[in-house]
């Protein structure tokens, strides 16, 4: 597994409120060490138990996840990177672009690492988890196992792992990246951690049309290589037939040939990727190099 396991630290910003609320039960509920959430003003409060503090720098934790409003997040980020916390799990969507680049420009200063923003979490399966995923009644699709899942979709987290799931193939970390122009991490970064990671075989990339992630994947294996199975779907095979539609992720720009699927497809399979052109088929394929 990877980014978090079962001796994780997690504070929760902006933990008071609906949102930051929720996503403590179910990260408690999934054995997740919650010791702390932070909201200002509110300090000296509890929820589910968890302390409230007024700021990162009352806390000590090895992840934070972000629940606060898109405008404030750009200052929760800098709090949680300059008190020293090596990672931070932007779940908010509708972050603007430049406070993004800022923070991630820091993160490199500081040595931490984001994932997100518009990251539904991570969830090392059976280990421990942060943010929404995994949460409700999405419990069902994952199971503990050797693949890793990374997917710029946050609801094709749970898809994905559900189809592994009812095939009696667990998943080691599911990872959502988020969908942003810009994330904290890529694909790249987070297929990079998995390479080095014992409890992972194969890994499973859900990735879509837009952006240039896909293809940076398939230039680094080119150059660099990888030692383990990838199996790729990319979503948006027939958006090419509407040119003048916005699509819902705000990453889902195409600009003359660069992230269209045709490009990411033929560029992955150079690489030497395992891609299917069905969601279903990534089990099949995953139980073939298994």
Not at 104 to 131: D, N, T
Not at 180 to 201: H, N, P, Q, R, V
Not at 234 to 247: M, N, P, V, W, Y
């Amino acid at each position: 597994m990877i980014l978090v396991d079962e001796n994780t630290r997690y504070c929760i910003q902006g933990i008071t409120g609906k949102q930051g609320s929720r996503a403590c039960e179910t990260m408690l509920a999934a054995g997740s060490n919650v010791v702390a959430g932070v909201t200002p003003g509110k300090g000296g409060q509890e929820v589910h138990g968890v302390p409230v503090y007024n700021t990162m720098e009352d806390v000590d934790v090895d992840c934070t996840v972000v629940y606060v409003p898109p405008r404030f997040v750009k200052a929760a980020m800098v709090e949680a990177i300059e008190a020293g916390v090596k990672l931070i799990v932007v779940v908010t969507e509708n972050v603007p672009v430049h406070d993004t680049a800022y923070c991630y420009a820091l993160a490199q200063k500081y040595g931490a690492r984001i994932i997100g923003p518009s990251s539904v979490g991570v969830y090392s399966a059976g280990a421990s988890k942060c943010g929404s995923i995994a949460s409700g009644k999405s419990q069902i699709s994952f199971s503990k196992g050797p693949v890793g899942i990374i997917s710029r979709s946050g609801g094709m987290c749970s898809e994905t792992a559900l189809g592994l799931t009812q095939a009696g193939i667990g998943q080691s970390t599911v990872v959502g990246i988020g969908s942003d122009i810009i994330t904290g991490s890529t694909m790249l970064d987070i297929l990079k951690l998995f390479e080095s990671d014992d409890d992972t075989t194969v890994v499973v990339l859900y990735g879509e049309i837009g952006g240039d992630m896909e293809e940076n994947v398939a230039r680094y294996i080119i150059e660099h290589g990888y030692s383990k199975p990838v199996v790729a779907f990319i979503a948006g095979k027939f958006a090419s037939r509407f040119e003048d539609i916005s699509l819902g992720h705000a990453g889902a720009i195409i600009e003359g040939d660069n992230g269209r699927w045709e490009t990411k497809v033929k560029l992955l399979k150079e690489a030497g990727v395992h891609v299917v052109h069905l969601h279903h088929g990534i089990v099949a394929k995953v139980k073939e190099l298994l």
